[in-house]
């Protein structure tokens, strides 16, 4: 197994993607520290996980605070002696429109994304830097933290920053041989479970059916376990290498996002003056601004909600 003797920490893993990344992690020999908020729910991932012969502990507290890292770093040296592996996954949602987000929607959301993967980067980053650990940090990223999404200001904002926090960081822990890269899931949960465009997909997933070719190939959307496998992949040392990176994976694609790139430049001698724009702006950029959030094909008839 090419985990063995690795031990990793995945928060918010009770259930979900989380669970997938940390049954699969174990199912590489692993040991893995399971995160989650309920007690009961941390414990049936436990005995998930070691029922398939595996090894896990769990540690039941929210993620955001510096305690709770301290928390999760300590028992995985506690119990399994070192840490290797962490992987930023615990997340909220509280989905308003700008006008209707309370400042506590907003709060929670980045306490928890936001605040709780540079808490626990910091606290893992820090263990692995004065063990002399060549550690794999990976946290977790969304299309809409890459594009935008209606109604998700502060998951959007909180995802877009852990992308950025992993550009820095892969700069920063390069020197001790610490890696740090972002993965964007596209897959069925609890989130996209509630979109009717998914509906068909995640109804033959709930069955325990194959999702349809048009999901799997043509979007990039899967199952939890679709994801899983890239998770254990950037935790071993065949993956070494790779580090500041955004990958998308769902279903049957795999992606490498780009860094935001100019795709226009122009000059005007003695800058850019309101006349100048006023003159040039326009015509100079039309054909270069860029679409906010995503657009999705048509759905095929069969695959067309029920009313």
Not at 210 to 221: C, E, N, Q, S, Y
């Amino acid at each position: 197994m090419s985990l063995e003797g690795k031990v990793a920490i995945v928060t918010g893993s009770g259930r979900g993607l989380g669970l997938a990344y940390a049954q699969e992690l174990a199912r590489q020999g692993a040991s893995v520290v399971v995160n989650d908020v309920d007690a009961a729910t941390a414990a049936d991932a436990v005995a998930s996980i070691e029922s398939a012969g595996g090894k896990a502990v769990a540690v039941v507290a929210p993620v955001g605070s510096t305690e709770t890292a301290q928390q999760l770093v300590k028992t995985a040296v506690d119990t399994y002696g070192r840490l290797d592996v962490l992987v930023t996954n615990a997340g909220v949602l509280r989905d308003r429109t700008l006008w209707k987000m309370s400042d506590d929607d907003f709060d929670t959301v980045i306490n928890v994304h936001l605040r709780g993967t540079f808490t626990c980067v910091r606290e893992a980053a820090t263990y692995m830097r004065e063990n002399e650990i060549a550690g794999r940090i990976i946290c977790i990223g969304s299309p809409a933290g890459q594009r935008g999404n209606f109604g998700q200001t502060n998951y959007t904002a909180a995802k877009a920053g852990i992308v950025a926090m992993v550009r820095t960081w892969s700069m920063e822990l390069k020197k001790a041989g610490i890696t740090a890269n972002a993965v964007i899931p596209v897959a069925a949960t609890a989130m996209t479970a509630t979109i009717p465009y998914f509906a068909a997909a995640v109804a033959a997933d709930e069955a325990g059916e194959a999702m349809p070719p048009f999901f799997r190939h043509d979007l990039g959307f899967g199952t939890s376990d679709d994801v899983a496998g890239l998770i254990a992949y950037l935790a071993s040392d065949d993956a070494s290498g790779i580090t500041g990176q955004s990958i998308g994976v769902g279903g049957d694609r795999l992606q490498v996002w780009s860094y935001p790139e100019p795709v226009l430049t122009a000059y005007h001698d003695g800058g850019w003056s309101y006349d100048a724009l006023t003159d040039e702006f326009t015509g100079l950029v039309s054909d270069a601004l860029q679409a906010s959030g995503e657009t999705f094909p048509p759905l095929p008839d069969e695959l067309q909600p029920k009313a």
